[in-house]
T-cell receptor, first 114, second 113 residues
């Protein structure tokens, strides 16, 4: 059972465009929603995260929008650059679960063309 | 401050063999988690260690086992390797209680032939 569904699977945008990656979750116990960025040959790196008590969070060019009633959240990358080309993963965890293990989506491969 | 380091970076084994993967945590982190990332998929939680004990486990069989040492470094052991065990194995360190704020190593790419 896939608890976090991510779309699209891949995305191509031009430099300066605003790619949007969407995720939906099923488990209402989830209360922490991070996004990770992964470059080839590297492990995922935490990009930005949000808790369900806010509807939006911005860090630099990255913004998370969160819709608790719809159980959906999304990542927006403003003024995207070729260096943003990577695979992006949404994830979710529950603070009620002792290990707070992350459940990841399947990832979105983003290509930003020059 | 040193990051999370994993060894080896690549490994080739045959079906039925056993493998040990190693991880050194980021300085100051007391919790280690292991994830399996199949090609084209997101990482899947294997287990977590805190205070040298297993603190949680995902949907993986008992032939996946681990250890955490007093210096917080860790090992992942997989017995009776199967072809489907071929994947990138990621170690992540964190502070206990820091929900989801994981710091990943670059992983060990395991190929089972």
């Amino acid at each position: 059972q896939q608890q976090v569904k991510q779309s699209p699977q891949s995305l191509i945008v031009q430099k300066g465009g605003i790619p949007i990656i969407n995720c939906a979750y099923e488990n209402t116990a989830f209360d922490y929603f991070p996004w990770y960025q992964q470059f080839p040959g590297k492990g995922p790196a935490l990009l930005i995260a949000i808790r369900p008590d806010v509807s939006e969070k911005k860090e630099g060019r990255f913004t998370i929008s969160f819709n608790k009633s719809a159980k959906q959240f999304s990542l927006h990358i403003m003024d995207s650059q070729p260096g943003d080309s990577a695979t992006y993963f949404c994830a979710a965890s529950s603070t009620n679960q002792g290990d707070r293990a992350l459940t990841f989506g399947k990832g979105t491969m983003l290509l930003v063309s020059p | 401050e040193t990051g999370v380091t994993q060894s080896p970076t690549h490994l080739i084994k045959t079906r039925g063999q056993q493998v040990t993967l190693r991880c050194s945590s980021q300085s100051g982190h007391n919790t280690v988690s292991w994830y399996q990332q199949a090609l084209g998929q997101g990482p899947q939680f294997i287990f977590q260690y805190y205070r040298e004990e297993e603190n949680g486990r995902g949907n993986f069989p008992p032939r996946f086992s681990g250890l955490q040492f007093p210096n917080y470094s860790s090992e992942l052991n997989v017995n009776a390797l199967e072809l489907d065990d071929s994947a990138l194995y990621l170690c992540a360190s964190s502070l206990q209680g820091a929900a989801g704020k994981l710091f990943f190593g670059s992983g060990t790419q395991l190929s089972v032939l």
